[in-house]
């Protein structure tokens, strides 16, 4: 199945590039796990940057030990696999009796951004009340050598803080205060040069997309330059302050509109200082909720790609045939490597990180609802993702055996139905819903929803498949999408419509038979029906085994 942008609201937090055109591949963030006692401290610990090889992690800290107020600390490990070292501070050569902050180290290594405050005075050679500065070394096992002030025009008479920089080294983010062209008081700005050695042109504010008006800070810029995280304090958070997200295509298109990263990453409290690993599959964040050691601590998140692409719930050849066909295309279901936002094109790297979940099963982050329908016995269908369990109404059979993939439950079309309460609203966005189906008659209806209509039916004068699914009262009428391909034939039949906020779809075993461009959907409230239309009307109630019921909070095509 290919997937595409929908809606975002699932166990663990789903996200969704928010843009017209879905820009990459979606993926999900595994749950934010404390960096330990190792790390955090009883003191404030926020901004964080890894070496290429992960072998050195750079963070800013209150605690005891330091040269003045916040430090940068270094923590070093042998492997991947080994816990880090207990934290060393980098010496009176970098930190200072002023506060040292948001430390970005460069690809090589042997570059070190970060920010300097002044509650009075500057640093010798700042220019306001804070600045960008950078250390470098020769080598990684020599030692830093004295901080640069990155000058102007990258630095200004006001506060000029959090610099990331991208691993070619060409493009930097940093947020300043108040600057001249901003949209509200902290602002996300970004400064490029043509190569490494020259100098970093006039900062660009990032505009609308980004910014918001309120406060926006502490940037984090992916190392392939087309991913952004920023902590932002705009209305509708979750918390004090939260981490947002934004995209863009290349370096040379503009960002996208910046989205939440919802509830599972962001807190009831204050969350920011969001950067990426340099391999792109963990987030690293600051955040004061409880449970921290001290005021903020240092967090991971895991980026998870999805590469279930055909909804399964299983990593196997269906998924590698949608990589193959897709294969060489900017396809923005199917690519999802290197990064988890892929790279503009379907190729060895997305072959990749598909292999590396070859076989493995992976629960489905879109499904809203899974009737499975294999019980033995009892008057319930559990729902297996969820908490929307059917009632069955009537005295529908369980064939434990006899279904498509395991057991069905057969109805007698004449009062037989599983009911439910509320699960989906049609109007609230992109959505799918699948089953198998094997009987039925003309008219016959397989799901409808109360006080709504029939999703998936056989239509009344042939049994081919349809959906009453329809815009909105007040916008020009719309008839029922009817297919030609009839489904009440006595076989097997796996059924679909398919919602992607422009098109309505139909499908019987996976290929599409039906379609038209639509713009939304009328919204419903009401439970669902399986076996009979909304008012139970005779003629409408299944004759027939139906089977694997599934629901979609996303567009999901076969």
Same mark, same amino acid.
């Given at each position: ?5 929908? +809606? ?13 055109? *879905? ?37 800013? #800290? ?14 070093? !490990? ?20 002023? %506060? ?10 042997? %570059? ?10 500057? !640093? ?12 470098? +070394? ?8 004295? *901080? ?13 803080? #959090? ?37 970093? #042109? ?46 863009? @295509?290349? *370096? ?22 969001? +950067? ?55 396809? *923005?279901?199917? $690519? ?6 892929? $790279? ?19 629960? #489905? ?6 009737? @499975? ?102 916008? @020009? ?70 089977? $694997? ?10």
């Amino acid at each position: 199945m290919k997937i595409v942008c929908g +809606r975002s609201w699932v166990v663990g937090f789903l996200f969704v590039l928010a843009s017209a055109v *879905p820009l990459r591949a979606d993926f999900l963030f595994g749950e934010p796990q404390s960096l330990g006692p190792g790390i955090n401290s009883a003191s404030n610990e926020a901004g964080i940057t890894l070496s290429s090889d992960g072998l050195e992690l750079y963070f800013s #800290s209150q605690r005891s030990g330091g040269q003045g107020d916040y430090d940068i600390w270094v923590s070093t !490990r042998q492997s991947v696999n080994d816990a880090w070292d207990p934290p060393a501070n980098l010496g009176a050569t970098v930190n200072s009796a002023y %506060t040292e902050l948001y430390p970005c180290l460069s690809s090589d290594g042997l %570059t070190l951004y970060f920010s300097d405050y002044y509650s009075g005075s500057p !640093r010798p050679g700042g220019l306001g009340g804070g600045d960008i500065w950078m250390t470098t +070394r020769a080598r990684r096992d020599e030692p830093w050598t004295t *901080p640069v002030n990155l000058g102007a025009p990258v630095n200004s008479t006001n506060l000029d803080m #959090s610099p990331t920089v991208s691993a070619d080294g060409l493009t930097l983010v940093f947020n300043s205060n108040n600057r001249a062209g901003g949209l509200g008081s902290w602002d996300v700005w970004m400064s490029t040069r043509p190569d490494v050695q020259d100098a970093w #042109s006039q900062p660009v504010n990032l505009g609308p997309a980004v910014n918001s008006g309120n406060w926006d800070g502490e940037s984090g810029l992916s190392g392939d330059g087309r991913a952004l995280i920023f902590g932002s304090g705009r209305t509708g958070l979750v918390g004090g302050v939260d981490l947002w997200f934004s995209t863009r @295509k290349t *370096p040379a298109d503009a960002w996208t509109n910046g989205v939440s990263f919802g509830p599972v990453v962001n807190s009831v409290r204050d969350d920011g200082t969001g +950067r990426f690993s340099p391999d792109m599959r963990t987030l690293y964040f600051c955040s004061d909720r409880p449970g921290t050691l001290g005021g903020y601590d240092l967090y991971a998140a895991p980026i998870i790609p999805i590469v279930d692409f055909n909804g399964d719930e299983t990593v196997d050849i269906d998924d590698l045939l949608r990589v193959i066909e897709s294969w060489g295309q900017d396809d *923005p279901a199917i $690519d999802v490597g290197p990064a988890p936002w892929g $790279d503009g094109t379907v190729d060895a790297a997305d072959l990749e990180v598909l292999m590396s979940y070859w076989g493995q099963e992976i629960a #489905s982050p879109y499904l809203v609802a899974h009737w @499975k329908l294999d019980e033995t016995e009892g008057t319930v269908a559990a729902d297996s993702v969820g908490a929307n369990d059917g009632a069955l109404v009537g005295d529908a059979i369980w064939q434990p055996t006899s279904g498509k993939i395991a057991g069905a439950l057969q109805f007698d079309g004449v009062d037989d139905r599983v009911t439910t309460e509320f699960v989906f609203d049609p109007s609230e966005g992109p959505f799918s819903v699948f089953a198998w189906v094997q009987g039925g008659a003309p008219g016959q209806v397989l799901i409808s929803q109360v006080d709504g209509v029939s999703w998936l039916m056989a239509d009344p004068s042939g049994g081919a498949l349809m959906t009453e699914l329809s815009p909105p009262a007040g916008r @020009k009428a719309i008839p029922p999408l009817v297919s030609e391909t009839v489904i009440t034939d006595g076989d097997w039949h796996r059924v679909a419509f398919v919602w992607d906020g422009v098109t309505r779809a139909l499908y019987v075993d996976d290929a599409l038979v039906a379609e038209d461009t639509q713009f939304g959907l009328a919204g419903c409230s009401g439970g669902l029906d399986i076996g009979c239309d909304k008012a139970m009307t005779p003629g409408t109630f299944w004759t027939g085994l139906i089977d $694997d019921v599934r629901i979609y909070s996303r567009a999901v095509w076969p």
